[in-house]
């Protein structure tokens, strides 16, 4: 394994825990949360907030995916190279976004189809 995917892998790695800790600390003040006592307002507050941790907890759980996805590819000696046309992912592109799959005038491409 080259030098920048070693960096790389070190680099998922760590954010993978970073997004596992924030997951385990929510979920724990989520519980916590639940067994606090208060007005209509604050129930209605914590329900709100419960929703959005919710929604940022998808994300979250997405990005781990797209994390282990990556992990994967560089176990299998994959990684860095686009999953459409299979050019080389340039170094900068994966600096910004490591678990990135498509170049960027891939990326571009499919960008363009979803806008219609």
């Known amino acids: 394994m080259d030098v920048f995917?070693?960096?790389?892998?070190?680099?998922?790695?760590?954010?993978?825990?970073?997004?596992?800790?924030?997951?385990?600390?929510?979920?724990?003040?989520?519980?916590?949360?639940?067994?606090?006592?208060?007005?209509?307002?604050?129930i209605a507050n914590e329900a709100d907030n419960l929703k959005t941790r919710e929604i940022f907890n998808q994300m979250d759980s997405k990005r781990l995916k797209a994390i282990d996805n990556a992990l994967k590819r560089i176990n299998d000696n994959r990684y860095g190279y686009c999953l459409q046309c299979g050019k080389k992912i340039p170094e900068g592109r994966l600096r910004a976004m490591p678990s990135?799959?498509?170049?960027?005038t891939c990326k571009e491409m499919q960008e363009r189809y979803k806008a219609g």
């Open 5 to 42: 995917t070693q960096e790389m892998k070190e680099l998922l790695l760590k954010e993978k825990q970073e997004i596992i800790n924030k997951l385990k600390e929510d979920e724990d003040e989520i519980r916590l949360g639940l067994n606090s006592d208060g007005d209509d307002v604050d």
């Open 100 to 104: 990135a799959v498509l170049c960027i």
